[in-house]
């Protein structure tokens, strides 16, 4: 009973790997908690996004993600 939980872009070099699996269910309290904290601070930033299951959640701190879900955090995407 786990969710896969994915770091991308910044946010990989911050939390010092690629991905980790946590215990389901999995809430917004439950992510900060067992992420590192420059990523949790980092989360709490209105540009960084989160999604569960494939879809971006409008609100993050609805995250609701069960067993077998994969949650990915999002930085700001920049270009030009």
């Known amino acids: 009973m786990a969710v896969r939980v994915l770091f991308l872009g910044p946010l990989r070099d ?3 790997m690629a991905e980790t699996e946590l215990p389901a269910p999995l809430n917004w309290d439950g992510l900060l908690a067992a ?3 420059e990523v949790a601070e ?7 996004h989160v999604a569960c299951a494939g879809k ?9 993600a069960q067993d ?3 949650v990915a955090l999002l930085p700001p995407v920049s270009g030009g």
């Open 68 to 70: 077998g879900d994969e």
């Open 14 to 16: 911050m939390a010092g």
């Open 35 to 37: 992420v590192p904290s």
């Open 56 to 64: 971006v959640l409008t609100d993050k701190t609805t995250l609701a």
């Open 42 to 48: 980092q989360l709490r930033e209105s540009q960084v």
